[in-house]
């Protein structure tokens, strides 16, 4: 065989040995991304802080853009970042009640909830028939993941459609960071304390926050990391309840998008567990919840209100030209 001839030979040969794309290594990142999650959690417990919940999304989406052309990773940081800044400002609320003079409110949420259940606070209510130090029952650890879910379900929600609708997970982030926006809002210019706080002040019966009670029988590393997280929470941070306007959000950014009919009531099922959850366990008045409810209403309206007004008023599709027509549809 002559030079010439073993030089082309090689040439036709090579592309054999070499990865066809870096994609063939989605499985093994996504592996070991995977090992390295469960030995994590082995070691410190469920990660159930937003922080970490969200540094692990994005370690599962920059597996998943493994392969992609590069500019996909930088839009990773630059889809992500407005969620991480308004989370970082909401750790910076903590101590915003004190540096603005305004007062830490009571006494608004007390009566608002004894005039709307004749007398009763719900909080005392439900501690007196459901709340025993000595023993944890299983309504207990129900309360406790469905407590959790909060700092997981939205931000996991947000990473599938990032990958698999680009268009849905924008709509979704728009609406979660307005509504943590509109809430971060709500808590400088009124800070209020919830049920737990006023009953140390004596302002109610006792009331015990018990939210991270059901990790005392699932796992010690994540009992630990969720009392920490619930330290460096802004504790006058009760009005409006977060917890349930996210869990409301999906689960009306959810109701168009499930197929099946009859399984779209079911969806409700989440916020009102949740809403129930928060006062059984002293986190929230009924008011913070319902203001909750409202909050996620009132933002998934106006942005689905100004998504149709822009889309009624975009050229016909059948006018552009084919990459005309992708940029328009994917914004």
């Not at 049920?195 to 009992?223: C, F, N, Q």
Request: with cysteine; aromatic share 16%.
């Amino acid at each position: 065989m002559s030079t010439g001839e073993f030089s082309e030979t090689r040439a036709e040969q090579a592309p054999e040995f070499r990865f066809s794309s870096w994609a063939v290594l989605r499985p093994y990142a996504f592996g070991l991304y995977f090992v390295g999650l469960i030995l994590w959690t082995a070691t410190y417990g469920i990660p159930v802080q937003r922080e970490l919940v969200i540094l692990w999304t994005c370690g599962a989406l920059a597996c998943a853009s493994i392969g992609r052309p590069p500019r996909e990773i930088v839009q990773l940081v630059i889809d992500w970042l407005p969620i991480v800044a308004v989370l970082w400002v909401y750790d910076l609320t903590r101590g915003a009640a004190d540096s603005t003079g305004i007062g830490v409110h009571y006494l608004p949420m007390i009566d608002f909830d004894k005039f709307v259940f004749g007398g009763e606070v719900p909080t005392e209510w439900l501690q007196d028939r459901l709340y025993d130090p000595g023993v944890v029952h299983w309504w207990d650890v129900l309360f406790t993941f469905t407590y959790t879910s909060y700092f997981i379900v939205p931000f996991a929600l947000a990473g599938y459609w990032w990958v698999r609708d680009r268009l849905a997970f924008k709509r979704f982030t728009r609406r979660l960071v307005t509504l943590a926006l509109a809430g971060l809002a709500t808590y400088i210019l009124f800070p209020a304390a919830p049920p737990w706080m006023a009953g140390e002040m004596g302002l109610i019966g006792e009331v015990h926050r018990s939210t991270g009670k059901g990790w005392e029988v699932i796992s010690v590393g994540t009992a630990s990391l969720f009392s920490k997280g619930q330290a460096s929470s802004n504790l006058v941070a009760a009005v409006p309840s977060l917890h349930t306007a996210f869990v409301t959000l999906v689960a009306l950014f959810l109701w168009g998008r499930v197929r099946r009919r009859w399984l779209r009531p079911l969806l409700l099922l989440y916020p009102l567990l949740m809403g129930l959850t928060l006062m059984a366990t002293g986190e929230h008045w009924f008011f913070d919840v319902l203001l909750g409810w409202i909050y996620a209403g009132v933002v998934m309206a106006a942005w689905s209100l100004w998504e149709y007004r822009r889309e009624a008023h975009l050229p016909s599709p059948k006018l552009l030209p084919p990459a005309a027509v992708s940029n328009s549809v994917h914004e």
